[in-house]
């Protein structure tokens, strides 16, 4: 550390000016990088591994059409489907499906019957649409003839659903974004040109809307989060001048680790949104506990030389721990399963290192540079008081040391009853959790799931016997009694397979089930066909149209349709793992967060062994513990205790601040050897007593900077993102507490055994 600290006051002391010329040109490189970098909703790749339920998901993928790629196109009309508006609506279903990326088109003009005079089949809606008495009679039958099983229009006749496949090959974002543009373009123009409502909805449209909100929320949020750190700062300084030599750095440090993500090719996606706005408060409250301590020399005649030097011999240190911590927590995330989240673990710790660089240096360039200006100089002369000077007192510590015993021991009972709360982790997981339900995407598709029904499903791919085909009597009757089982699951909205089909033909004279079953198939789009046999024609796949209700509820449900395909008594289908998006998510999800709450007990046991490490004291590493797990067993024993359970955000959020709110503590300890050092004394309770009214100002400013720079996520588009914030300003606060009225007692506590004479009993 000490060559660090050496390196810091070569540059940044002695040579300001050559440091100021290398950092100019790496902050205009970092604006150059910052528009390189990509946004990803990270959606379905948060659960990408090799293990059996992801990889079973993936086969399935490849051999079953799944609704996924779908997007839905709902039309409302204020009276019933009539002629002039089947005619608008045609020309809409035609002009979409030649869209780049439009695979397949599924429409009330899609419906077809057997001709009762050709024997074939056609289009159920007539092609003369003027033909009032024809229209009306088609329209009664869509539903009853669909050849999918879903409802395309809704029994008032005013709402009709279109679906559009997409390719497989243009799933991935970039390339169904464009097709989604166009088509908020096309339901735009249709809509403004007739008295038709269209709205657009579907995964795809979610996950494109995730990402849009990723981009906006990366402008406002930090923005937002500049401008209330500025001001806070500025009430709390109470000088112009200081706040803004305070705010520099961390914008640099913000400015700087953007561009490097985007020079590194690193994407942002709702599990990182959060992060650049996170080293931003991070910059600014190690830059808050330099900048206090700069004032504070030069408010006691020291010059700007001697404040800076003095500031980082003592700050530097303590700095650069608060950051190792941080990064020891956002390096457990690579204990997960999940490449997303280990990314994350990687960027996160890549950037707070970085920044914690750029404060050290640029920080000290910072006063150096702007404290040679004689009004700025001015402006730390005479020290002005902290807004939260005041606040604690020599006798409010001096309380909680002296009944040290009875805080430490309510501490530890306060800890393991929140612990026992939070243990077992209840998870919690949907989806649509990132969507807000009042923005478009989401209204629609609930609009849609009255008419056509649920949009997600549970899949149960089924495989032939070799040699058997997948039309033959048998394989269907069999097919058949098991879609009647699955028929009387609670919770299951509707059932899809080939069986669907078969209750629907009607079979001419001199016509099998199977033959006729095959023409209908042979008429279907490929995609909507393979939604119920495979592309190998070896297997089939059973759809069970379910809600969303969370992982919870799908695991449940799972294991009800696993029951019933065991009491089936099957003889010729071989069902397999029951898969799908949602089985999949739900699945994963759990152990995902799982993994990540094992990362904040890896985080929770080794860096107080660093802080015990760093300050060469057993006792302080051991004392850190307890004020730092138990805001994070806090938080999780309220969101099991509420129901709410433990999601992606909640376990990322919890792992994170808790190596964020150990900064608390570091500063604590290091303000104590620096007392004890000044006084030459061991430690003793008043060394403690007057290190904490130093330090509890500035323990109160630095939280409020961090809790006012992350309640600018409460702007953002996403709800996880919110929930973010507010778990970390949870934390952040209760932390603060606990270092404040728990930390104390506890140096006490565990001092007490090599140093009893010193201590009051």
Known sequence: MKYLIGAILALSVRRPFLLLALVVPLAIAAALGVPRIGFEDGLRSVFASDGEVFQDYVESSQNFAHSESDIAVLFSTKEELNPATLSVLQDFVLEAQFLD??????????????????????????????????????????????????????????????????????????????????????????????????????????RD???????????????????????ISFVLFRSFWVTVLNMLTPIAALLFCLGLFGWLGLSINALTNALPVLILVLASSDSIHMTYEVRKQMADGATVREAVTTSVRDIAGPCSLTSLTTILAFMTLYYSDSPIVRDMAFTGAFGVFFAMLVVLFVHPLVFMIGGSIPFIRAAFLPKRKNAFDNLFGTSFFQHLISKYRQYTIGSFVLCALALAYFFPIQTSYRFMENIDASQSVAVVLAQVEKVAGPMTSIDIPIKVPDGASALDPDVLQELAILHQHLQAIDGIRAVISLDTLVK??????????????????????????????????????????????????????????????????????????????????????????RQLTVSFL??????????????????????????????????????????????????????IAFGIALDDSIHVFNRISLEGKKSGQPLVARTIVDAMVQIAPVLMTTTVVLSTGLIATQISGMPMVRFFGVLCVATFLLALVCDLVILPPLVTWFASNSEKDKLPR
């Open 101 to 206: 990326g439009v695979d397949a088109v599924l429409s009330i003009f899609s419906v077809r019957h057997r001709d009762q005079v050709s024997g074939k089949m056609v289009p159920l809606l007539p092609s003369d649409l003027n033909n009032n008495a024809e229209v009306v009679r088609a329209l009664d039958l869509v539903n009853a003839q669909s050849a999918t099983g879903a409802r395309l229009m809704s029994p008032d006749k005013r709402n009709t659903i279109v679906i559009l496949s997409m390719s497989q090959a243009i799933t991935d974002m970039a390339g169904s974004s464009e097709t989604l543009r166009l088509l908020d373009d096309l339901a735009a123009r249709t809509s403004a040109e007739n008295d038709i409502k269209i709205g657009i909805t579907g995964l795809l449209s979610v």
């Open 209 to 231: 809307q995730i990402i849009w909100g990723l981009k906006s929320d990366q402008i406002r949020i930090n923005f937002l989060g500049a401008v209330a750190g500025f001001l």
């Open 504 to 593: 629907q033909i009607t079979v001419a004279s001199g016509e099998t089930v199977t033959q006729h079953l095959q023409s209908v198939l042979d008429q279907l789009p490929g995609r909507f066909r393979n939604r119920m046999i495979g592309q190998d024609n070896q297997s089939l796949q059973i759809m069970l149209l379910v809600r969303d209700e969370g992982s919870r509820a799908v695991v449940e449900l799972v294991d009800k349709v696993n029951r019933v395909i065991d009491d089936a008594d099957l003889k010729i289908l071989r069902p397999k793992q029951l898969t799908g998006f949602l089985v999949m998510s739900s699945s994963l999800s759990s152990t995902m967060i």
């Open 602 to 655: 890896i985080a929770a046991l080794f860096c107080p062994f660093l802080i015990g490490m760093w300050f060469r004291r057993l006792d302080f590493g051991l004392a850190a513990a307890v004020p730092n797990i138990l805001p994070i067993a806090l938080v999780g024993a309220a969101l099991t205790i509420s129901g709410t359970g433990i999601q992606f955000t909640s376990a990322l959020a919890l792992t």
